[in-house]
């Protein structure tokens, strides 16, 4: 009976062991994809250009100061087709209530082109992850800043940052990471087993991960390239990564196909992004759709108030009346 009741304790430890291992497991560090905090004024296998400024602590992409773009892209091509990437990064700066622009994590073709996406080429050719801090953000749509979006692109589309992406994203979520005094991170996982995207977030100086976005039908192909750009406008911000550490991941092959599949090949693609939608400009001289919503509410409480008079003269009148008819 002892034995058995040893056999049954080791037994739920090595369980419960191998749960918590795989929980924090991260895979196999490669150094030649990573950024190490304190690497120093010269970093291998990393260009940088642009206003770009490399310190023993951190790497700013941009400085706090208007128009200024920069950006640091590895030299080494990704062939990893399943991978981990934890970003330890920190955006801050003098603005309470305006600042921006924000700053961009790519995994793409096209590496050290300045552009306007963040600092980087616009129509890129695979990820682009965009952490965007532009408080009186663009567009109509819902959600609260700073807020993180994920494109997918084969190079024909083109990101609007007239309407912060939300014409051609894919997933996205509200993080509070800006102005923060503890450390922030990202944690971007992705799966060519799987063709699935995965990003987390720990902004909240809780230690532990929340789900920002989970989505599938995800294809990247392998041999791109990693890098992170920042650019500021008319508003600014210090745009600063700590590190960026590679983990190479083993996901379970479950069929020959995929086994057997050609990533480099692949054109990337998510099928579960937005359908492209051009911005429709407003005409010159008419209103904005803004003003027709104010001036569609003020008609309806201009419409009620009248009621409202209407029905209290009409009260008023035929009380008055009533009392007359009493003295005859």
């Given at each position: 009976?002892?034995?058995?009741?040893?056999?049954?304790?080791?037994?739920?430890?090595?369980?419960?062991?191998?749960?918590?291992?795989?929980?924090?497991?991260?895979?196999?560090?490669?150094?030649?994809?990573?950024?190490?905090?304190?690497?120093?004024?010269?970093?291998?296998?990393?260009?940088?250009?642009?206003?770009?400024?490399?310190?023993?602590?951190?790497?700013?992409?941009?400085?706090?100061?208007?128009?200024?773009?920069g950006a640091i892209w590895n030299t080494v091509p990704c062939h990893v087709k399943d991978w981990e990437v934890v970003l330890h990064f920190k955006v801050h700066g003098t603005g309470d209530a305006l600042y921006g622009d924000g700053f961009a994590f790519w995994y793409s073709r096209e590496r050290m082109q300045d552009g306007s996406v963040f600092g980087s080429k616009d129509y890129f050719y695979g990820l682009g992850i965009f952490f965007d801090t532009y408080s009186n953000h663009n567009g109509e749509h819902q959600h609260e800043h700073p807020f993180i979006s994920a494109m997918v692109n084969n190079g024909s589309v083109h990101y609007d940052h007239d309407s912060d992406g939300t014409h051609s994203q894919m997933a996205g979520c509200s993080a509070s990471f800006r102005g923060q005094g503890h450390d922030t991170f990202a944690l971007i996982r992705y799966s060519g087993t799987q063709d699935r995207l995965t990003m987390m977030v720990d902004v909240d100086n809780k230690n532990e991960w929340r789900e920002c976005f989970d989505v599938g039908g995800v294809k990247l192909p392998t041999g791109l390239y990693f890098g992170a750009s920042a650019a500021t406008?008319?508003?600014?911000?210090?745009?600063?990564?700590?590190?960026?550490?590679?983990?190479?991941?083993?996901?379970?092959?479950?069929?020959?196909?995929?086994?057997?599949?050609?990533?480099?090949?692949?054109?990337?693609?998510?099928?579960?992004?937005e359908p492209y939608r051009d911005r429709v400009e407003d005409v010159q001289g008419s209103f904005s759709s803004r003003t027709v919503k104010i001036f569609t509410w003020l008609f309806w409480f201009a419409l009620v108030a009248v009621c409202v008079v209407g029905i209290s003269l009409y009260v008023y009148q035929k009380r008055q009346e009533d009392s007359k008819k009493r003295f005859y």
């Open positions: 009976m002892l034995d058995f009741t040893n056999m049954f304790l080791s037994l739920c430890f090595l369980l419960i062991s191998k749960a918590l291992a795989d929980e924090y497991s991260k895979g196999y560090l490669r150094r030649e994809h990573s950024i190490f905090k304190g690497s120093g004024p010269s970093i291998p296998y990393w260009d940088f250009h642009g206003n770009t400024f490399i310190s023993s602590s951190y790497i700013r992409l941009t400085p706090d100061h208007q128009s200024k773009r406008g008319q508003l600014a911000d210090n745009h600063d990564i700590m590190s960026i550490k590679f983990y190479e991941t083993e996901v379970p092959v479950m069929s020959d196909t995929k086994k057997d599949e050609d990533r480099s090949t692949i054109v990337p693609y998510a099928s579960g992004a």
